[in-house]
């Protein structure tokens, strides 16, 4: 059923492939005993090509760390989403794009929480049959539609979402494979059905991460799958400040960021031509 799944959808099955070698960690940040399934056949091989890339026999790694970087946002986004999900007045969370997370699935929620699964119908559709046999553990909706459709957001009020509440949104791993006029688009979208105090969640690289060279190696890799990154930028908070949020964005390494596991030096914001990843939460104003 993979096979259904085009380039940018078949980036959720590496995510499931490097979550599923996370769980096999005995220093695992957390587990996910469904990642396995949901990565299938193709997921390991999509991970192998980024290891190669990343940690090239004989020469010294000059790539952010995949296997490390993906563990910290797992880890950090399963907190940010645990501690939200406290807050009985923001009872709703919606998964934009779902991808192949299991959250629904591998945490107890509140009673309280309805959880929204937004992603492409064939990406759902090949979820929900490698998850056939398991049940979610919190009332969960799919919300099977594009993100730049005209009317996602008819579909997601269909499903039970009320924009006059506050929510919770993740927007994880997209970002970075859509235009700039897109993420500007889908970020006012978001804002505009999303009451005020309601939280959102993303990651996000900078510029430079586009296109440096010592980038190359990471960047050829998904531009040969298909999906190569389009979009960064080095002012999030701006960023976001445009659509309506204020926010934090934190680098892998930093405190809140680490557990202990990012390799490599944090650079300084004022330092200019180096790669980052910036983790961003805050609340629409």
């Known amino acids: 059923m993979s096979t259904a799944l085009d380039a940018v959808e078949r980036t959720a099955l590496l995510t ?16 996910d005993p469904y990642a396995a399934a949901l990565a299938g056949a193709i997921g390991p091989e999509l991970l192998a090509e980024v290891r190669t890339a990343t940690f090239p026999p004989g020469r010294e790694r000059t790539l952010p760390s995949t296997p490390d970087y993906n563990a910290i946002r797992t880890r950090f986004f399963d907190d940010y989403l645990l501690e939200a999900a406290q807050d009985e007045d923001s009872p ?4 934009a794009p779902a991808g192949m997370d299991s959250r629904a699935y591998r945490f107890e929620w509140p009673e309280h929480v309805r959880w929204f699964e937004v992603d492409r119908p064939a990406v759902l559709a090949y979820k929900a049959d490698r998850l056939r046999s398991a049940a979610p553990r919190v009332d969960h909706r799919r919300v099977a539609v594009d993100l730049t459709s005209p009317d996602w957001e008819k579909k997601l009020m269909a499903a039970g979402y009320d924009p006059a509440v506050p929510s919770t949104w993740l927007l994880e791993g997209l970002l970075y494979y859509i235009p700039e006029a897109d993420a500007h688009r ?11 105090g309601s939280r959102i969640a993303a990651d996000i690289v900078n510029a430079a991460a586009l296109t440096l060279p010592h980038m190359r190696g990471l960047l050829d890799v998904f ?8 979009f960064g930028t080095d002012e999030p908070e701006a960023l976001f400040a445009e659509c309506g949020y204020d926010v934090r964005a934190l680098q892998p390494g930093e405190e809140g960021a680490d557990f202990g596991r990012w ?23």
């Open 223 to 230: 531009a040969g799958w298909g999906c190569p990154w389009l």
């Open 186 to 196: 889908i970020l006012r979208r978001v804002a505009a059905i999303s009451a005020p």
């Open 263 to 285: 390799p490599d030096p944090v650079p300084p914001r004022a330092e200019h031509d180096v790669r980052r990843v910036f983790f961003v939460h805050g609340r629409r104003r």
């Open 16 to 31: 499931a492939a490097l979550r599923a070698a996370e769980t096999r960690r005995e220093d695992r940040l957390y587990a």
């Open 92 to 95: 709703q969370i919606v998964l």
